[in-house]
């Protein structure tokens, strides 16, 4: 398959934020956008660079009826001497083809896509910011076009990949968020449901809760499992918990997403000596460990925040205030190790940066 590449004319070109520093998340996007096509009789085609513009949709798309979505994210990041590379991206794409395996949508080459993503960020190099805290957020996307309106698989497809510059998730950066933790509802059914698939309808089923805790003044949703017994992940990200001689996290049992950030915080974890265990955790042990002081710190992480230190969890009303609400020391560490190798400021010992340029 060929990759056409249309160019913006300079003169379309939008304006590029002057002040890096105010950067939100998620609002600003680039000159241009890659698309590919897929159909039952052609497979995929039709892929190109072209103009970052509204789609064009029929109003019996199947994916306004039925979701048939699923998304990724990403970052590239742009380095003090000035190249651009990207952290671990073969990995989300290999996770995007997991949720289309099941959604039952069609499997990326992820070649083909990495290097169609390569040259977009090459095209639109000078929307990456270089100043600190900031990146380059990616957002492939692939969802079901055909118009037909019945449950059944999509028979056409539209993948793209849309881009821009990002400040940090939490407007106020590297700082602990106090936590709601969910008693009522619940994210996912775990094993068999779509939990471990990054699709839109997981996030846009968890906005109940997570919209009823901010008005308590609560950042995000730490969600349990359906007997309301173990944790699970956070809104956004999945959730660590450091104990005096050992780090938790949820096991990968088919209820929750298998981030990235997540996996490599475990490498790094056990490279440090640390004993790290994906297992069950109940929210019991959680709050007995931050009333005994054997639960020293906790965390989510995700390739939005990165890594996000935890203040307090809010459990059947009371809160449980963890480490005074200040940084935890290891959290501390994973946080400067990690943007260190993704901004370029540390040795990649893992070799998990792909320079783009």
């Not at 289309?100 to 069609?106: E, G, H, S, T």
């Not at 095209?123 to 957020?137: E, Q």
Request: with cysteine; charged share 25%; net charge neutral.
């Amino acid at each position: 398959m060929q990759l056409k590449i249309e160019t913006v004319p300079e003169n379309e070109r939008k304006s590029k934020p002057e002040d890096e520093g105010a950067l939100r998340f998620g609002e600003i996007f680039s000159d241009h956008m890659f698309v590919m096509k897929w159909n039952e009789t052609d497979g995929w085609h039709d892929a190109k660079i072209k103009k970052f513009e509204p789609l064009s949709l029929s109003p019996a798309a199947i994916v306004l009826h039925y979701a048939n979505e699923i998304f990724e994210g990403m970052k590239a990041y742009r380095t003090p001497e000035g190249r651009i590379q990207l952290f671990r991206p073969r990995m989300n794409f290999e996770r995007m083809n997991r949720s289309a395996d099941r959604m039952v949508l069609p499997q990326l080459d992820i070649k083909f896509v990495m290097k169609a993503l390569k040259k977009l960020l090459i095209l639109d190099k000078d929307w990456i910011p270089s100043t600190p805290g900031t990146s380059l957020y990616i957002r492939p996307t692939m969802i079901g076009v055909d118009p037909f309106i019945g449950v059944r698989p999509p028979g056409e497809v539209l993948f793209y990949i849309i881009i821009g510059p990002v400040g940090p998730y939490f407007p106020n950066g590297f700082k602990p968020v106090d936590i709601l933790v969910e008693t009522t509802y619940v994210r996912a059914v775990g094993k068999g449901g779509t939990g471990e698939a990054k699709c839109g309808g997981n996030y846009a089923g968890s906005l109940k809760a997570s919209t009823l805790a901010k008005k308590k003044g609560y950042a995000q949703v730490l969600w349990l499992d359906p007997e309301r017994k173990y944790v699970e992940e956070v809104g956004t990200m999945n959730m660590m918990f450091v104990f005096e001689d050992e780090v938790v996290t949820a096991p990968l049992d088919g209820g929750i997403l298998p981030g990235i950030t997540r996996d490599s915080i475990l490498k790094i974890c056990k490279d440090w000596g640390y004993n790290v265990s994906e297992r069950k955790l109940s929210i019991n042990e959680v709050v007995k460990g931050i009333e005994s002081g054997t639960l020293k710190e906790a965390f989510g992480c995700g390739t939005a925040a990165i890594i996000t230190p935890t203040g307090c969890f809010n459990y059947k009303d009371k809160d449980y205030i963890i480490n005074n609400k200040e940084i935890g020391e290891l959290t501390q560490k994973l946080y400067d190790f990690l943007t260190g190798i993704q901004y370029g400021n540390a040795p990649d010992e893992y070799e998990w940066c792909d320079f783009v340029l």
